[in-house]
């Protein structure tokens, strides 16, 4: 299979996480306004990338609306016991945040009965929580969560960063666990909830 694109990753990445909160697979003009891209033509060059790669199939002949294929739901299914590890999490400065797909066993008392997924942090933003640098962290997928909850929240559909989260009709705050660090906020329609740390692991080797 050909190597995705950022873009087209990013794509992949936004119908996989929000394929349970899409009540019908979105036209290509819905997915465009979700996306906030301006050019529809573009977006079909992309699409028409992932049904290549077998990610994604048109729902008719005109391929007015695309759902993910049952191979590409595959990595949110659990393997024998485990978990997606679908990357690393920026506990600093905002950065992609799926980069690639593998499984990790994981110990039932860590994860929850519902959908989760792993990532690997990166950065020092949490250390006041102890959630350090190269440790892994359990996410549950949710798009809603509690004020002072730890998510992983999209920024402007394209970053994403491991934070608390306080949120209020004119703003959310994305609010770090260090000292050194300042909260930082941003509109409400510019932060969207990818999932809830409800685990953590770490290595000393």
Known sequence: MKALTRKQQDIYEFLLVNQKKLAYPPTLSELCLMLGLSS???????????????????????????????KAKEPLLDQDGGLPFVGRIAAGKPIEAIENVS?????????????????????DSMIDEGIFDGDWVVIEQRSEARNG?????????????????????????????????????????????????????????
């Open 40 to 70: 529809r033509g573009s977006l079909h060059k992309h699409i028409k990338a992932l049904i290549e790669a077998g990610l994604v199939e048109p729902i008719d002949r005109k391929q007015t609306g695309i759902r993910l294929t049952e």
């Open 103 to 123: 499984y990790l066993a994981i110990p039932e008392q860590i994860k929850t009965k519902n959908p989760c997924y792993v990532l690997q942090v990166k950065g």
């Open 149 to 205: 909850e730890i998510v992983v929240a999209l920024i402007d559909k394209s970053e994403a960063t491991l934070k608390f989260i306080e949120q209020y009709p004119h703003e959310t705050l994305l609010i770090p666990a260090n000292s050194s660090m300042a909260a930082m906020p941003f509109l409400p329609e510019q932060v969207e909830i990818q999932g809830v740390l409800v685990g953590q692991m770490r290595s000393y080797t």
